[in-house]
């Protein structure tokens, strides 16, 4: 077996220096990196905690449904919404807390869904066990998850909106019954003149409609002086904001002038 020469050993050993650098390099890299996915896993974590808060605390309810309207996932404010605990409403069908007068509704909206690409909402009530109807606003999208078509809810409560849009058509109801069996000629116009309003007695009167009148002003309706004349003590009434009366003399259906205190 030849013997190896001095003038070989310097050449391994500066191998040996070069091949420890170099892993030694490698070593600290790979530190690097570690430290680095550490750093993008925290993140993540962090994004994660901060996604989860925003899903879990909203305002409003979040659902993932299936095409047939399983619940996959629901945030607290959805498991309020349809007043159960959030385990136990894990697979269950959406549609069935949905009013049966709704479900047709919901049926089409949840269909849309699951055929197109675009935002769909609807408007529905749900009928809860023991608990008064509650009307929802569902805005939703439908999303391919890999397996199968889901959709991905949004839902509002407008049981109060409800409330006051119903108060509100009462109230105008009740105001417009009032008025038009009133014996006492009035109308409604808005800021620019033009006529809104007018109830049966000034019809009866005046030989107008509702139909024929609305959304036109006094320079459609009366010769120019007399228009002119309403839309100033119109103008007059809408700068004080307070009631303004005027002696107006207006010609009647059958053309005979008539005077009238009037409160504008």
């Known amino acids: 077996q030849p013997q190896q020469t001095q003038s070989d050993q310097p050449l391994a050993e500066a191998d040996s220096l070069r091949l420890i650098h170099e892993l030694h390099v490698h070593q600290i890299e790979l530190e690097l990196q570690n430290e680095e996915l550490r750093e ?6 962090q994004n994660l905690n901060r996604y989860t808060d925003l899903y879990d605390f909203a305002p409003v ?8 309207g399983a619940i996959r996932e629901l945030n607290f404010a959805g498991a309020t919404l349809l007043g159960q605990a959030r385990s136990h409403l894990i697979d269950r069908r959406l549609g069935l807390r949905v009013s049966r007068d709704s479900r047709p509704t919901f049926t089409a909206f949840l269909n849309q869904l699951v055929q197109g690409e675009v935002r769909e909402t609807c408007e529905v009530t749900l009928d809860l066990d023991g608990a008064p109807l509650r009307h929802v606003r569902f805005e ?15 839902a509002v409560d407008i049981t109060e909106r409800k409330r006051i849009e119903t108060a509100l058509r009462d109230s105008e109801e009740r105001f417009r019954l009032f008025m038009d069996h009133s014996p006492v000629v009035a109308w409604i116009k808005d800021e620019e003149g033009r006529w809104i309003y007018l109830n049966e007695t000034y ?6 409609s509702v139909e024929a009148w609305q959304g036109k002003t006094d320079f459609d309706l009366w010769p120019a002086d007399i228009a ?20 107006d003399t ?10 009238w205190h009037t409160i504008k």
């Open 61 to 68: 309810g979040y659902f993932t449904v299936t095409s047939d």
């Open 228 to 247: 002119e004349k309403f839309r100033q003590s119109d103008l007059a009434a809408l700068a004080t904001g307070e009631p303004l009366e005027i002696a």
């Open 40 to 45: 993008a896993r925290a993140r993540l974590e």
């Open 140 to 154: 939703g999208v439908g999303v391919d998850s890999g397996e199968d078509r889901r959709c991905r809810l949004v």
């Open 203 to 208: 019809q009866r009167r005046f030989g107008a």
């Open 250 to 259: 207006i010609p009647e259906a059958d053309g005979a002038l008539s005077y």
